[in-house]
């Protein structure tokens, strides 16, 4: 098939995807508005930071999104990372309460124009989220839900999770498991060995469409779950969430040790 004169360089493929398309004859503007809507390229995406856990395992009084790592707080390295992603339009800060004054401070200082709003979080981690979602703006299509104590995370990365919830409704951060996995459902004895072969650890940025993270938290609620990541809030509404292969450098601060891994991998 040949494009009509005066037609835009995907008027084919806006043709081969999209019936419609073949109303607009080939000009330039109506062919890129309707891949625009095909590929999402309308979307307005927020990235949501969550750092209002209890980090308990970092010892008393201890909050890692606040720790030192090199010259900048833990948070910062993700508050940065999500600034600086062209993808992202607006971020909200999701903190313990008594870190309100202090995350502010964070984006004055580094001059994160994006963040528009600062938020305490809750109990729990899906708490925290869905105190996230409910600030919102409704102009929100995509939402990327990122742990504040993963510094590593690259705007390449968060994009990545982005570019395949624009095409798939999800797109969740992953890597391949290497080590060899033993169930123990006690004392420490082996029940059994699991197979590693489809076996991947999930981690952050989970990107989803907004409607879908939604719905996922509100399914979890009723059912008076709790859920560790927006991926199993979204299983139960939802299936074939869509990963996203990442590296095992996007640690996630949990012990005082990570802090010198993630210092090193770094080179801070």
Not at 1 to 19: E, K, Q, T
Not at 29 to 50: P, R, W
Not at 86 to 98: M, S
Not at 142 to 168: F, M, N, W
């Amino acid at each position: 098939m040949i494009a009509p004169a005066g037609s835009c360089d995907r008027f084919m493929i806006c043709v081969m995807l999209c019936r419609n398309c073949l109303d607009c004859g080939g000009r330039l503007a109506q062919t890129s508005k309707h891949l625009d809507e095909l590929f999402g390229e309308n979307d307005m995406i927020a990235g949501l930071v969550v750092a209002g856990g209890k980090s308990e395992r970092m010892g008393p009084q201890a909050d890692k999104a606040f720790l030192s790592l090199g010259t900048q707080p833990v948070l910062a390295y993700s508050m940065l990372a999500f600034e600086n992603c062209t993808d992202i339009d607006t971020i909200i800060l999701v903190v313990r309460k008594d870190r309100l004054s202090a995350a502010r401070g964070l984006v004055q200082l580094y001059g994160c124009s994006k963040v528009t709003k600062v938020l305490p979080g809750g109990s729990r981690r899906q708490d925290s989220v869905c105190n996230g979602l409910a600030e919102m703006d409704e102009e929100v299509t995509i939402v990327a839900v990122h742990d504040g104590a993963r510094p590593c995370v690259t705007p390449q990365l968060i994009s990545e999770t982005i570019k395949s919830a624009k095409r798939y409704g999800s797109g969740v951060a992953a890597a391949k498991i290497t080590d060899t996995v033993k169930e123990v459902p006690k004392g420490m004895v082996v029940s059994k060995t699991i197979d590693r072969a489809h076996l991947w650890a999930v981690q952050t940025p989970q990107t989803f469409k907004k409607e879908l993270l939604e719905q996922g938290y509100a399914a979890a609620n009723k059912k008076r779950l709790t859920v560790t990541d927006e991926a199993s809030a979204v299983e139960l509404v939802h299936k074939g969430i869509r990963l996203v292969p990442s590296s095992w450098r996007n640690i996630k601060i949990t012990v005082p040790e990570d802090l010198a891994i993630a210092t090193s991998l770094l080179d801070v």
